[in-house]
């Protein structure tokens, strides 16, 4: 399972964190070459899959559920 982190402050939105912490994970494969980032299914709350961040996942060929 890839993970990534990200701190913010706590007066912060946490949605616009969203891309840059996608754009972190790196998907271990044991492969030679370079990680794949390719992640397929988003799991998180319903407020992730919004008007501006639903169209930014689907670009990156990411389903929210």
Known sequence: MPLSNR???A???ERDQL??????VKVQ???RGR???ALK???????YDSK?????LRRRGI???
């Open 52 to 56: 501006d961040k639903g169209p930014a």
């Open 7 to 9: 701190t913010t402050p």
């Open 29 to 31: 494969t044991n492969k």
């Open 41 to 47: 299914v988003l799991a998180a709350e319903k407020g």
């Open 11 to 13: 007066n912060g939105s």
């Open 19 to 24: 891309i840059p912490l996608l754009d972190s």
């Open 35 to 37: 990680p794949r980032k």
């Open 63 to 65: 389903r929210p559920q």
